[in-house]
Structure formats: structure tokens, C-alpha cells
T-cell receptor, first 110, second 112 residues
Framework: GQQVMQIPQYQHVQEGEDFTTYCNSS?????IQWYKQRPGGHPVFLIQ?????EVKKQKRLTFQFGEAKKNSSLHITATQTTDVGTYFC??????????FGKGTKLTVNP | NAGVTQTPKFQVLKTGQSMTLQCAQD?????MSWYRQDPGMGLRLIHY???????DQGEVPNGYNVSRSTTEDFPLRLLSAAPSQTSVYFC???????????FGPGTRLTVT
């Protein structure tokens, strides 16, 4: 079945440093979604990418979808303490199942 | 609008007991799904529904039953709880798997 792998599992940074999490799928994805989950909270949608090679930005966050539509990345520039949480990617491979990666837990040292 | 509601927020069960986790939405979306979240395992899809009367299995369906008789409700049933089902359960609602998922606040279940 479809698998979505995410690395790293944990990332600890100093405030102001950059952060990147990577997502890889075993199959070609129709689209990829990114979510953020604050400690003790529920996942909250950040963005969706659909097109091959697509790049989208949200303030300090940059999202990329690979040319082959099998990988994606989320990059945060100059992290802040408000960026703390777990970031998940999730994708569909043409079925109605949305499969999540295991997430990257980001901690930021002020 | 309440969005997506889940009840109860917390539950402790003994092994072998049964219970139903409730999920309700007032967003009029067709697609509803259940995920469980365990440390280091991310969110794993249990069951999903593309509309009333239609359900299908996700990645980890064993030990769980669902039904979808209305657009608004998608209950998750544990027929005989096991310690391996200790987890946080999230219900999600959307227009479809390829669209933004709206998650409920979650139910934290402990099975002893």
C-alpha cells in the first residue's frame, strides 16, 4: 500500500535558525498536504500542493512539490518559538485514502 | 457553528469493554475519517467514509467498526477494547481526501 515517509523525526534548533522537513512517497501522489500540530492540539491544515514542481510560500514557510510528485519539503526560515510543534505531510495516490507521514517534531530554543 | 465535535474528550476502559467514540459535524461535508495517533507513529487511518451509507477500511481497521447513517455523524466502535488501542483518536471532515481536512479536538483513550 501507499507509504509516506518523513524525515527527520525530531529537530531541535536555536531560534533564528532555519528548519526543513522532507516527505517521500512510495508512489506518485495526486496532491500533498501539510499540517501543523501544536503540543496537546489537533492537526491544522497549512497548505496543499497539486502540480509537479510547485512552490508555495506562506510568510517564512516555503513548500515544494517534487517534479515526479513523489516528494515534498517544508522549509521554515528564521524559526521562532511560535513554530514549535509537529509538522505532518499527507498525500493521496488517487484513492480516497489520505495517508500521513509520521511527522517531524520541531523544538525551538529561545 | 461547532465545526467538528468529538465526545468524550477522555475515556478509560478495561480490557474487553466496548464503547463508541462519537464524531459529529455541522459543515455538511461528505468525507469523514478516523485516525489514531500514537507516539512516533504519526496519524494512521482507521476507517473513512465518502458519504452516508458508504464506509471503507484504512491502514489499521482491525478491532474497530464504523457506520455512516447520516452526513453529520460518523461513530467509531470498539467492540472489545485491548491495551493496544490506547491512543488519541481524531475524527476529520472534508470535501474529500484531496482537500483540506478539518480535525476534531480528539479523544484520549486509555485501555487498562
Amino acid at each position: 500500500g501507499q507509504q509516506v515517509m518523513q524525515i527527520p523525526q525530531y529537530q531541535h534548533v536555536q531560534e533564528g535558525e532555519d528548519f526543513t522537513t522532507y516527505c517521500n512517497s512510495s508512489t506518485t501522489l495526486s496532491n500533498i498536504q501539510w499540517y501543523k500540530q501544536r503540543p496537546g492540539g489537533h492537526p491544522v491544515f497549512l497548505i496543499q500542493l497539486v502540480k509537479s514542481g510547485e512552490v508555495k510560500k506562506q510568510k517564512r514557510l516555503t513548500f515544494q512539490f517534487g517534479e515526479a510528485k513523489k516528494n515534498s519539503s517544508l522549509h521554515i526560515t528564521a524559526t521562532q518559538t511560535t513554530d514549535v510543534g509537529t509538522y505532518f505531510c499527507a498525500g493521496t495516490g488517487g484513492s480516497e485514502k489520505l495517508v500521513f507521514g509520521k511527522g517531524t517534531k520541531l523544538t525551538v530554543n529561545p | 457553528n461547532a465545526g467538528v465535535t468529538q465526545t468524550p474528550k477522555f475515556q478509560v476502559l478495561k480490557t474487553g469493554q466496548s464503547m463508541t467514540l462519537q464524531c459529529a459535524q455541522d459543515m455538511n461535508h461528505e468525507y469523514m475519517s478516523w485516525y489514531r495517533q500514537d507516539p512516533g507513529m504519526g496519524l494512521r487511518l482507521i476507517h473513512y467514509s465518502v458519504g452516508a451509507g458508504i464506509t471503507d477500511q484504512g491502514e489499521v481497521p482491525n478491532g474497530y467498526n464504523v457506520s455512516r447513517s447520516t452526513t453529520e455523524d460518523f461513530p467509531l466502535r470498539l467492540l472489545s477494547a485491548a491495551p493496544s488501542q490506547t491512543s488519541v483518536y481524531f475524527c476529520a471532515v472534508s470535501s474529500g481526501s484531496a482537500y483540506e481536512q478539518y480535525f476534531g479536538p480528539g479523544t484520549r483513550l486509555t485501555v487498562t
